[in-house]
C-alpha cells in the first residue's frame, strides 16, 4: 500500500512552466504505473501522461511536446515539468499509482494558468 502526496501546484501566467512532484510513501515503488491525471471544473477526470516501471510513458495527444513525466527511484518521487502552459490546463492534477487489483490517488493539487 502506498500514500501520494502532490506538491507544485499554483499560479502561472500563459506561456509559462511548473514542475509538479509526487512523493510516494510505501513500498515497492518500482512495481506500480505512475500517472498523472488532471480535472476540470464541470469535466471528467482524464489522463494527462503515464509512466511504467520500465519508463514507458504515454501522453495526452493535448499535451505532447509541452509535458514530460519522469520518475526518480531512488527518492521515490514522480514528476510533471509542464512548459508553454495555456489557460485550458487549469485544472486540479492527480496522481496515482497503479497495478493490477490496486488504485490509489493523491489529494491532487491545483494548477491555474492566467494571466
Known amino acids: 500500500q502506498v500514500q501520494l502526496v502532490e506538491s507544485g501546484g499554483g499560479l502561472v501566467q500563459p506561456g509559462g512552466s511548473l514542475r509538479l512532484s509526487c512523493a510516494v510513501s510505501?513500498?515497492?515503488?518500482?512495481?506500480?504505473?505512475m500517472g498523472w491525471y488532471r480535472q476540470a471544473p464541470g469535466k471528467q477526470r482524464e489522463l494527462v501522461a503515464l509512466?511504467?516501471?520500465?519508463?514507458?510513458?504515454n501522453y495526452a495527444d493535448s499535451v505532447k511536446g509541452r509535458f514530460t513525466i519522469s520518475s526518480d527511484n531512488a527518492k521515490n518521487t514522480v514528476y510533471l515539468q509542464m512548459n508553454s502552459l495555456k489557460p485550458e490546463d487549469t485544472a486540479v492534477y492527480y496522481c496515482n499509482a497503479w497495478r493490477p487489483n490496486y488504485d490509489c490517488w493523491g489529494q491532487g493539487t491545483q494548477v491555474t494558468v492566467s494571466s
Open positions: 509512466i511504467t516501471s520500465g519508463y514507458t510513458t
Open positions: 510505501g513500498s515497492a515503488f518500482s512495481t506500480y504505473r
